[in-house]
C-alpha cells in the first residue's frame, strides 16, 4: 500500500468535515459573539503552542497553569507570561539589564 494510498482512504467521503475558521473556539458554538472568539482564539493558540527553551534550544516548552511553563526536554520550569512564555514587559527588563550591564563592564 503506497503512502498516497493511505492519505486518500483517510480523507473519504465518510469523513467528518473539519472547521473552515473557528478552529479551537468551536467548542463555544454561536455563544459570546464573533469578536470575543476571535481574541479567545488567539490566546488559546499561543497558550497551547509550543517553545522554544532558552535553556536547552529544544522546541518543548508547555505551559503547566498561569504563568509557569515547563521544557519536556531539559526539565526546567520557569515563570512567563500567562499565554505566551515571554512578555513585553520580561523583553523590556532584560534589554535593559543587558544595558546597564554593558556600560559598568565597560
Known amino acids: 500500500m503506497?503512502?498516497?494510498s493511505v492519505?486518500?482512504?483517510?480523507?473519504?467521503?465518510?469523513?467528518?468535515?473539519?472547521t473552515k475558521k473557528v478552529g479551537v473556539t468551536g467548542k463555544y458554538g454561536t455563544r459570546y459573539g464573533a469578536s470575543l472568539r476571535k481574541q479567545v482564539k488567539k490566546f488559546e493558540i499561543s497558550q497551547h503552542a509550543k517553545y522554544t527553551c532558552t535553556?536547552?534550544?529544544k522546541d518543548a516548552v508547555k505551559r503547566t497553569a498561569v504563568g509557569i511553563w515547563k521544557c519536556k526536554g531539559?526539565?526546567?520550569t520557569m515563570a512567563g507570561g500567562a499565554w505566551t512564555v515571554g512578555t513585553t514587559a520580561a523583553a523590556?527588563?532584560?534589554?535593559?539589564v543587558r544595558r546597564l550591564r554593558e556600560l559598568t563592564e565597560a
Open 2 to 4: 503506497s503512502f498516497l
Open 7 to 18: 492519505i486518500i482512504s483517510s480523507d473519504g467521503p465518510g469523513a467528518a468535515k473539519r
Open 55 to 57: 535553556f536547552c534550544g
Open 74 to 76: 531539559c526539565k526546567k
Open 92 to 96: 523590556t527588563v532584560r534589554g535593559t
